[in-house]
């Protein structure tokens, strides 16, 4: 099977429309109180992150154009392995010291601030990835995707953009970054499956 630029560009909406379905999954399971393995769910995530990064990065040097958001899908991949590597690895060894340590409980918190920007910044892109590929949509006809996707790509843009210069404990919540971010993620998918539907 040939990868095509085609191919690619589906198999990379389909991998986000993953990630954004896991996300609101893990997010309410969380919000309900419900346990669940940190473990599988982030190493689920990892792995189609690490996919993301290859079928991203490829559809990037094969695009004819929007190789911004190309871009932006690529390297937000890449920081989500590294984010969701620290949790994996460094919460749970960082939080035994914390524990057992006098005065270590700092050394956590630094962890968790780290694991936080990262999370920032890759959602920023994705919502750089949405814009872009929002505004591409609308210049084809696609008004109401192309115009839903933008914005919410606009919105994820600011609200990261915010906590990571004002920080976690800054003005905004938290949770506002996480869920602008998964709506962009959801509505991007939506969008190049559209522009892989135009697509010659």
Do not use: H
Not at 75 to 103: W, Y
Request: a positive charge; aromatic letters at 10%; hydrophobic letters at 60%.
């Amino acid at each position: 099977m040939e990868f095509t630029n085609k191919r690619t560009m589906l198999i990379t909406a389909s991998l986000l429309l993953v990630l954004a379905l896991t996300q609101a999954v893990f997010t309410a399971l969380y919000s309900a109180e419900i346990s669940f393995s940190r473990q599988y769910a982030w190493g689920l995530e990892a792995v189609v992150f690490t996919l993301l990064v290859a079928f991203a990065g490829s559809a990037m040097v094969q695009a004819k154009n929007a190789q911004l958001g190309w871009s932006a899908i690529t390297f937000s991949a890449i920081l989500n392995i590294v984010q969701v590597s620290i949790g994996l690895t460094l919460f749970s060894t960082f939080g035994k010291v914390a524990g057992a340590v006098e005065g270590a409980q700092p050394l956590i918190s630094g962890v968790v601030s780290l694991s936080f920007m990262i999370y920032y910044a890759a959602k920023l892109l994705l919502g750089l990835a949405a814009l872009v590929f929002g505004l591409s949509f609308i210049a084809k006809g696609g008004k109401a995707i192309g115009g839903l996707t933008a914005l919410a790509g606009g919105v994820a843009i600011l609200a990261n953009g915010i906590l990571i210069t004002f920080g976690r404990d800054g003005f905004l919540p938290s949770a506002v970054a996480g869920a602008s971010g998964m709506i962009a993620t959801l509505l991007l998918a939506i969008c190049l499956i559209s522009l892989y539907r135009k697509a010659d």
